[in-house]
């Protein structure tokens, strides 16, 4: 049986759990996708995923859209992540 983690929203809002190696993978991408091309949307992110999974040939069930949101809403919620204040779509970084 595949090890589940407890998400975090930065709302303080209850959150969801999520097998450990989609949120390891996920996470992966996300943050690689931040440290190498700075502020990005949640598109930008999103099409970085789907990229890297289709090139790496992952298999992911399910909607990576709906995983990666909550990913994105966990790492907020931790710090690694922030959102770019005044941005329109939403932006984010990672916290320096």
């Excluded at 809002?13 to 949307?41: C, F, Q």
């Excluded at 931790?78 to 970084?93: A, D, G, H, L």
Aim: charged content about 30%; overall charge positive; glycine content about 4%.
């Amino acid at each position: 049986m595949e090890t589940k983690i407890q998400l975090k929203h930065p709302a303080g809002k209850k959150a969801v759990s999520m097998d450990k190696s989609k949120y390891d993978s996920l996470k992966k991408v996300l943050l690689n996708r931040l440290k190498t091309k700075g502020e990005s949307t949640h598109a930008e992110i999103l099409q970085s995923i789907t990229e890297n999974f289709k090139k790496n040939k992952i298999k992911f069930a399910g909607s990576i859209e709906w995983h990666m949101e909550w990913v994105k809403l966990d790492l907020e919620a931790r710090k690694v992540i922030r959102r770019v204040p005044n941005t329109s779509p939403q932006e984010y970084v990672i916290v320096q």
